[in-house]
């Protein structure tokens, strides 16, 4: 009759390798780093280590190839894996402008540095009293809007906002204007203004730029039921 041939310690324990794939289980590590994953706990028995392999197949190791102290890290990790890392916060899109895209000067803003005249005297009366950003839908962009108010003596019109955004270095990121038409501001009064920066999704410095038109009114009109007292007649020459 042949002898039976009995599969060395190593060959069982490549195959345990090959049919215990890693899992969050309990896991056994032997004296050479290797990692195998048991269905349910494992259990010393004599000089042997009893197990489950994860079909449910009852399997064994000796206690002198598994190194225990190892094996209860790796199982109390196994059961505890770490939480995962936050992903990154999304990129924002920054658009850098060159001095070939500023546009030139126009008179307008050759004005507004130069000033009307009288204007370097009392300065400009319509100041931005207040403004906020709000980002435009779908991360297309940013929408800045305020209010402006009338600081002079007398009724304004004709008032424009330059609204330049700017990056942590200073440098020049995109310019709007607003508008405010021909709405005449009485002193002390407000009105306000809004410009969408389209695909700017990032700055950290605003600026604003406003000009306007004043003039005073030099007679009042007649109030309804309330007249006028007629001039005195001028004395006739003595002969």
Known sequence: MAPRLRPTAGLALALLLLLAPLAAADVLVTRDGARIATKGAWEVKGNQVLFHQPNGTLSALRLA????????????????????????????????????????????????????????????????????????ADGAGVEIFGTVTNQGEAIVTAGTVVVSTFDETGGLLA?????????????????????????????????????????????????AGVEEPEPEPEPEPEE
């Not at 790796?74 to 070939?100: D, G």
């Not at 130069?114 to 400009?124: M, V």
């Not at 310019?175 to 709405?183: D, H, I």
């Open 175 to 223: 310019t709007e204007t607003a508008e405010l038409g021909s709405v005449a501001i009485p002193p002390g009064g407000k009105t306000d203004f809004r410009v969408a920066f389209h695909g700017l999704g990032y700055f950290t410095d605003v600026r604003f730029a406003v000009s306007s038109r004043g003039y005073r009114v030099l007679e009042k009109a007649p109030q």
């Open 65 to 136: 190839d598994v190194d225990l102290d190892a094996s209860t890290a790796a199982t109390e990790k196994a059961k505890n894996p770490p939480a995962p890392e936050p992903p990154p916060p999304p990129r924002q899109a920054r658009i850098r402008i060159t001095e070939r895209e500023i546009p030139p000067v126009t008179d307008l803003e050759e004005r507004m540095e130069a000033g009307e005249a009288g204007k370097e005297a009392r300065g400009e009366p319509l100041v931005v009293s207040a403004w906020d950003q709000v980002p435009i």
